[in-house]
């Protein structure tokens, strides 16, 4: 297999992770609907603990946990470790936070920066170079966001939160020469304890544990997508160039939009219209420039 040939299969594979991650994070919120009398930090706090387990166990049955775990035994990666759990961690927390303190346009808005912060990044920090097609399609993301901005008249310490601490964590990722199933097992085990805390403090359970069957099996359930979303979202982050990373994240906002309207019943907010046909703008942009590309034979990686 040449090089090039290597780098357009590591490049699919990435597309695909990419697409699995925002399917996989667009059905969440249609899961929770079965969790509805769950505290949000509670649920969290499940996630966190049933992840740690079902990875963990994966991994033992596989005769790979102790090669997992191994990274804890050098203090050299602790730094790392210690500062990939407080980013996730803190993102996590904002995800169900913001909702409860009234500032879900906030979250919105921090989800709708975030692919740009990545795409910048990946151009003027990892100097990768994007098509004509990425910088129209990453020209109409900003417009959709500027407008967005200008009619919700500020931008609020939430979407800042989501929109540079979730870059700063990919760039760990990428930093830290960990497998991926590895780092991320650790960084639920460091997070354990709040997890267990949070359980306890906001369910009023005496362990995470103290629920019917039913009730643990759609803990585990949560766990399991939130686990395999992740690893696919980190998976893609570690095969695709950051720059095209940050354009497919725009993907999941409009699947979550089809569920939220689909499944959960949520009405869009009139003053989004414009925005969201923006952001869809922009992924047809994307896939039209992949089709050509595809069927002219190029050589040159798929887009989307």
């Known amino acids: 297999m040449t090089t090039n040939t290597a780098k357009i299969s590591t490049t699919s594979q990435g597309v695909i992770f990419s697409i699995c991650s925002a399917i996989i994070f667009a059905a969440i919120p249609a899961y929770l609907m079965l969790l509805q009398n769950t505290n949000g930090y509670a649920a969290i706090g499940q996630r966190i603990i049933w992840t740690t387990l079902l990875i963990a166990t994966a991994?033992?049955?596989?005769?790979?946990?102790?090669?997992a775990l191994k990274p804890l035994l050098s203090v050299q990666a602790w730094p790392g470790l210690l500062t990939g759990a407080l980013l996730v961690g803190v993102q996590w927390g904002v995800f169900v936070w913001a909702p409860m303190m009234g500032d879900t346009v906030g979250l919105a808005l921090g989800y709708s920066l975030l692919p740009i912060s990545l795409v910048l990044i990946g151009r003027f920090y990892y100097h990768?170079?994007?098509?004509?097609?990425?910088?129209?399609?990453?020209?109409?993301a900003v417009s959709s966001v500027i407008?967005?901005?200008?009619?919700?008249?500020?931008?609020s310490l939430t979407a800042m939160i989501v929109a540079l601490g979730y870059p700063l964590y990919f760039m760990l990722?990428?930093?830290?020469?960990?497998?991926?199933?590895?780092?991320?097992?650790?960084e639920n085990i460091l997070l354990l304890p709040v997890a267990w805390w949070a359980c306890g403090h906001f369910e009023g359970v005496n362990h995470p544990f103290d629920y019917t069957v039913d009730k643990l099996l759609l803990f585990a359930g949560l766990g399991l997508l939130g686990a395999a979303g992740m690893l696919c979202y980190l998976s893609a982050n570690r095969r695709l160039p950051l720059a095209l990373f940050g354009l497919l994240s725009y993907l999941e906002p409009?699947?979550?939009?089809?569920?939220g309207i689909i499944i959960v019943g949520e009405q869009i907010p009139s003053e989004n219209l414009f925005s969201y046909l923006l952001i869809g703008c922009a992924l047809s942009i994307m896939a039209i420039d992949a089709a050509i590309k595809f069927y002219r034979g190029s050589g040159t990686p798929p887009q989307l």
């Not at 991994?59 to 090669?67: K, N, P, S, V």
């Open 59 to 67: 991994l033992a049955a596989a005769g790979r946990l102790r090669q």
């Open 128 to 140: 990768e170079n994007l098509s004509t097609a990425q910088w129209l399609a990453t020209a109409v």
């Open 147 to 155: 407008y967005m901005i200008i009619i919700n008249g500020s931008l």
């Open 173 to 186: 990722r990428r930093k830290q020469s960990l497998p991926i199933v590895s780092a991320f097992l650790i």
């Open 254 to 259: 409009p699947l979550i939009l089809l569920v």
